[in-house]
T-cell receptor
């Protein structure tokens, strides 16, 4: 089983709303990631959690707040977003955070629209 | 700084023929390379990978070749099928605790 699940599949929010994206994996992976992807662009890394600790934050604005409640779950809390934050948000997981033989598996994504 | 590059944004191939997607990288420390396939509005799906200790890895219709001296890898799809039409990303990583670096993607269209 190489499944990473994400909810919701679609989300429309106003600039004053607070919402959360959720990601779950049951592969026993110790690294989990949030990416942002715009159309026709590669996934852009936002955060990496390794063993439930934040290990990489790619200078993401504070209106995005990640949380890793346990090794299977990853949340992304959203507050006061801008229309330019509209994108496909992808969650991924891997055995470890990088290295030879480590494969990253992606969820289906949440399509976020900020009005 | 784009450490992984895919210089062809798009490629069209006839069904049944070979598709060759290329990827170049600049960081000689990369030791693991992956190819992903992505349909619109979906997450990337892992296709095939190769370790830097190998120069070829095969899985069914998909073969990845690695030329370390040229810092170049390629994905061959034989025979190409219409369902292969998607965007293909190559990615690279090195060491533990580091991120995966993605190329800019190549949009493959397989014409029936």
């Amino acid at each position: 089983d190489t499944e990473v699940t994400q909810t919701p599949k679609h989300l429309v929010m106003g600039m004053t709303n607070k919402k959360s994206l959720k990601c779950e994996q049951h592969m026993g992976h110790r690294a989990m990631y949030w990416y942002k992807q715009k159309a026709k662009k590669p996934p852009e890394l936002m955060f990496v959690y390794s063993y439930e600790k934040l290990s990489i934050n790619e200078s993401v604005p504070s209106r995005f707040s990640p949380e890793c409640p346990n090794s299977s779950l990853l949340n992304l809390h959203l507050h006061a977003l801008q229309p330019e934050d509209s994108a496909l948000y992808l969650c991924a997981s891997s055995d470890e955070s990088g290295g030879a033989g480590v494969t990253q598996y992606f969820g289906p994504g949440t399509r976020l629209t900020v009005l | 700084d784009q450490q992984v590059k895919q210089n062809s944004p798009s490629l069209s191939v006839q069904e049944g023929r070979i598709s060759i997607l290329n990827c170049d990288y600049t960081n000689s420390m990369f030791d693991y390379f992956l190819w992903y396939k992505k349909y619109p509005a979906e997450g990337p799906t892992f296709l095939i990978s190769i370790s830097s200790i190998k120069d070829k890895n095969e899985d069914g219709r998909f073969t990845v070749f690695l030329n370390k001296s040229a810092k170049h890898l390629s994905l061959h799809i034989v025979p190409s099928q219409p369902g292969d039409s998607a965007v293909y990303f190559c990615a690279a990583s090195y060491g533990a605790g580091n991120q995966f670096y993605f190329g800019t993607g190549t949009s493959l269209t397989v014409i029936p």
